[in-house]
């Protein structure tokens, strides 16, 4: 397991064992558990616990500095909605269609069956290589699949 999966996995875990949807941390304490420099600390924030990803991270630098890690949770059909329109949108990434993804596996709208489909449809191997602009059919694919999926009348 690489250090950025081991620090993901360890704020993870703070936050489960937290009880609550926020937890706050210093950098230099992270950096000095697992033996790196804080930049990596914040190269893990800005990477695993972006919005996309369903996190909200707030901090405050200097001495006695901290960070806040808010975990977002959409409870609202309009919410999850305007989750899915802003986060794929017309154009989306590999990188975010899949934190996307993992996001609404995690917050239990997506079973991991689905989650693993959903990937594997938009990963770069599966759409053409000669398709101008792969970004437009990948964000158009995930919202239409993912509409599709939350819809109750199935």
């Not at 990803?53 to 901090?59: A, K, P, W």
């Not at 409870?75 to 802003?86: P, R, T, V």
Request: net charge negative; with cysteine.
């Amino acid at each position: 397991m690489t250090l950025v999966n081991q620090i993901e996995k360890y704020i993870k875990s703070l936050l489960s064992q937290s009880g609550c949807d926020a937890i706050e941390l210093k950098r230099s304490d992270l950096a000095e558990t697992f033996m790196c420099v804080p930049s990596q600390i914040n190269y893990v924030l800005e990477t695993r616990f972006s919005i996309h990803n369903g996190y909200l991270v707030e901090s405050k630098r200097g001495g006695g500095g901290y960070v806040r890690i808010i975990k977002l949770s959409p409870d609202k059909e309009g919410e999850l909605l305007n989750m899915i329109n802003s986060a794929s949108g017309r154009k989306i990434s590999q990188v975010a269609g899949e934190s996307l993804i993992d996001r609404l596996t995690e917050e239990k709208f997506l079973t991991e069956r689905e989650g693993i489909l959903l990937k594997s449809m938009i990963n770069s191997n599966v759409l053409s290589q000669e398709n101008s602009d792969m970004n437009v059919l990948r964000g158009e694919l995930l919202k239409t699949v993912l509409l599709n999926l939350l819809r109750d009348d199935f």
